[in-house]
């Protein structure tokens, strides 16, 4: 009997270990840390919350999360209404569907890293893969990498990345409609589009609400797609927060600064999940 | 506004038929055309790459661009690829293979057993366990990252296998997953009847549970796997042994490289060709699994 109690126990001890380890005193050490400030090698002097109001009026920081922010307006938007697009066009029977539904889902297979080679080294002029053609259609020389354009060339890439992805997900929550009510609505004689747009979409709001969550999840955390653009082009270190993160722990070594930031970062992202959930309404569960 | 669907006897029996036969062909044929042209979007550079590791080094800055050129020098690429630095690309490649295989066994593994513990048991401190959890899913992975490399350098971990599998092991994704799982798959009455046999909660849990979950294992398996090939930040901040680097890291490295050296050429077609050879695992993987991997990802969205 003691052997039942205990049993529990023992299965989920490993894991709250490494979680423990991993994931509880980082975020404690980091906390830890970010009280502190280290002048020269090993003097480290606390200063109270003094990274943090640092933080909070380091203009570069709050640029780079505003532009994500923007960012995430037009290439969130972008890709949830492609995805959501997709996946009501394969699951209304579309000739070729499996075909599409895997090739949209392809990116999924190749690392951030790659795609985000492939697009850098695409947009590069010296190689003319895609320039030439956009500067014959626009009339003008065309540089994809240039300072205005690059942040649209990085949505063109993350949208390229995630789109088939968020379809998934989408289609998954369309595989809970049930079939009667699409029967219903054939016989009442409504085409396909109205079925789509007026009976499965308002369906899968919920779903579409969790894609929309994990996509500005991920747009502040942006990171890979402007480190790998920035050996192609000039982008500035503080492009995104994660990049300011990293700019200032490695090139600077300024660890306590940058455990403040991470922190903040994290609950910037946190409250910014969390307004979205309750302005639909639904818990945070 | 009419909000019903419903169309009067006339319009049902055929004299507004043949109008809306035709649009609705010419409507399906532009949704074709339209899904047409988007998959070439998602194909075109996985395309481009193709064709470019074919190009030799000067070929790739004749500026053709999308098309293949009249000399295919893809076996000369992939054969400076494997050589390049005493074989390293290989290296990186089994470590990729390394990372990815060992992340997703110890992560299922451990995932596995707590949402065991988690679906089939009631303890004192579960639901306290669970929130933890699910608090654990909201925070953004990314921001994690700095104080999971101040934690590494704490415990010695800083530029080792360890560092980068231990903290993408704990994965509250995956132990969410196994107890929602779990929950649905393994029906509470087998366990009862194998204790009132007399077998230990142990031998149970190892004769019982593993056919009935298989599947889920296999799932999640797969997608720590693919998390983990495609996972970059944790082992750019982790790692800076050029040994034991992921293939992802290892040709951003060349990138960088490729940028800064004014002889650059001949290592953009290294990272090309490097960039095809680490997709071909990864493609392969996905076409052979894919079912299981559209399946998981879909149990595990709308688990949340």
Redesign the interface.
């Known amino acids: 009997m003691r052997?039942?109690?205990l049993?529990?126990?023992l299965?989920?001890s490993?894991?709250?270990l490494?979680?423990l380890?991993?994931?509880v005193?980082?975020?404690a050490?980091?906390l830890y840390?970010s009280a502190f400030s280290t002048r020269g090698l090993f003097l480290s002097v606390f200063v109270g919350i003094s990274n943090y109001v640092r933080v909070l009026e380091a203009a570069s920081f709050w640029v780079a999360v505003l532009r994500m922010v923007y960012f995430g307006f037009i290439q969130v938007t972008v890709m949830i209404a492609?995805a959501t697009f997709?996946a009501l066009?394969i699951d209304s029977q579309?000739?070729?569907s499996n075909?599409?539904r895997?090739?949209?889902?392809?990116?999924?297979?190749?690392?951030?890293?790659?795609?985000a080679?492939?697009?850098g080294?695409?947009y590069a002029p010296?190689?003319?893969?895609?320039t030439?053609?956009l500067s014959r259609l626009m009339g003008h020389s065309v540089n994809l990498l240039g300072q205005g354009v690059v942040l649209y060339s990085i949505a063109n890439v993350v949208t390229?990345e995630w789109t088939?992805?968020n379809m998934?997900?989408l289609?998954?929550?369309l595989?809970?409609v049930s079939p009667t009510i699409i029967d219903a609505?054939r016989v009442?004689?409504?085409?396909d589009?109205?079925i789509s747009l007026?009976i499965k979409l308002p369906l899968i709001r919920h779903?579409v609400l969790?894609t929309l969550v994990l996509s500005i999840?991920g747009t502040?955390?942006l990171?890979?797609e402007p480190?790998?653009f920035s050996?192609?082009t000039t982008i500035s270190p503080t492009f995104s927060p994660?990049l300011d993160?990293?700019t200032t722990?490695?090139s600077y070594g300024n660890?306590d600064y940058?455990?403040a930031m991470?922190?903040v970062?994290?609950v910037v992202?946190?409250g910014a999940?969390y307004a979205l959930l309750r302005v639909t309404r639904r818990g945070?569960? | 506004m009419e909000d019903?669907?419903?169309?009067s006897g006339a319009?049902?029996t055929g004299s507004v038929a043949p109008i809306?036969g035709w649009m609705?062909r010419l409507?399906?044929a532009l949704?074709?055309v339209v899904?047409g042209v988007?998959?070439v979007?998602?194909?075109?550079?996985?395309y481009?790459?193709l064709v470019?590791a074919t190009k030799s080094d000067t070929a790739?800055?004749?500026?053709?661009?999308?098309w293949l050129s009249a000399h295919l020098a893809l076996g000369e690429n992939l054969a400076d690829l494997f050589s390049q630095s005493g074989d390293i690309f290989l290296r990186w490649i089994a470590n990729s293979i390394f990372y990815s295989g060992s992340v997703a066994v110890l992560g299922t593994?451990?995932?596995g057993?707590?949402g065991?513990?988690?679906s089939?048991?009631e303890?004192r401190g579960?639901s306290g366990?669970l929130y933890?959890i699910?608090t654990?899913l909201?925070?953004?992975?990314?921001?994690?990252?700095?104080?999971?490399?101040?934690?590494d350098h704490?415990?010695h971990l800083i530029n080792t296998y360890w560092g980068v599998i231990?903290?993408l092991?704990?994965s509250?994704f995956g132990?969410f997953f196994m107890y929602v799982y779990m929950r649905g798959a393994i029906p509470p009455e087998l366990l009862d009847a194998a204790?009132v046999d007399g077998a230990?909660?142990?031998r149970t849990?190892w004769s019982i549970v593993p056919h009935l979950v298989s599947p889920g294992l296999a799932t999640l398996l797969l997608l720590l796997f693919?998390g983990t090939?495609?996972n970059?930040?944790l082992p750019?901040?982790v790692l800076s042994n050029e040994n034991i680097f992921p293939v992802?890291?290892g040709?951003?490295v060349w990138?960088?490289t490729?940028?800064?050296a004014s002889e650059g050429h001949a290592v953009?077609s290294l990272?090309?060709t490097g960039?095809l050879v680490?997709?071909v695992p990864?493609?392969l993987?996905?076409f052979v699994a894919?079912r299981y991997?559209?399946r998981g990802?879909?149990?595990g969205?709308?688990v949340?």
């Open positions: 052997g039942r109690k049993f529990p126990y299965c989920l490993p894991f709250i490494v979680m380890a991993f994931f005193f980082p975020v050490y980091a840390l492609l997709f066009a579309v000739l070729l075909f599409y895997l090739v949209y889902f392809l990116p999924y297979a190749i690392p951030g890293v790659v795609a080679l492939m697009w080294y695409m010296s190689f003319g893969a895609l030439p053609l390229w088939g992805y998934i997900l289609l998954a929550g595989t809970s609505a009442d004689g409504a085409s589009l109205q007026r779903v969790l999840i502040l955390q990171f890979s480190y790998i050996a192609l994660n993160i990293y722990t490695f660890f940058a455990a991470a922190i970062l994290g992202t946190f999940t945070a569960v | 019903s669907p419903v169309l319009a049902r809306r609705h409507g399906t949704l074709q899904l988007m998959a979007y998602f194909l075109l550079p996985v481009w790459l470019s790739l800055f004749a500026g053709s661009g999308l593994a451990l995932a057993m707590t065991y513990a988690l089939m048991f303890f579960k366990i933890g699910l654990s909201m925070v953004p992975s990314a921001a994690l990252v700095v104080p999971i490399f101040l934690m704490a415990l231990l903290p092991a704990a509250p132990a204790r230990s909660e142990w849990m693919i090939w495609n970059f930040f750019l901040v992802s890291l040709l951003s990138n960088a490729a940028g800064a953009y990272v090309i960039a680490s997709v990864l493609v993987l996905f894919r991997i559209m990802l879909a149990f969205g709308l949340m």
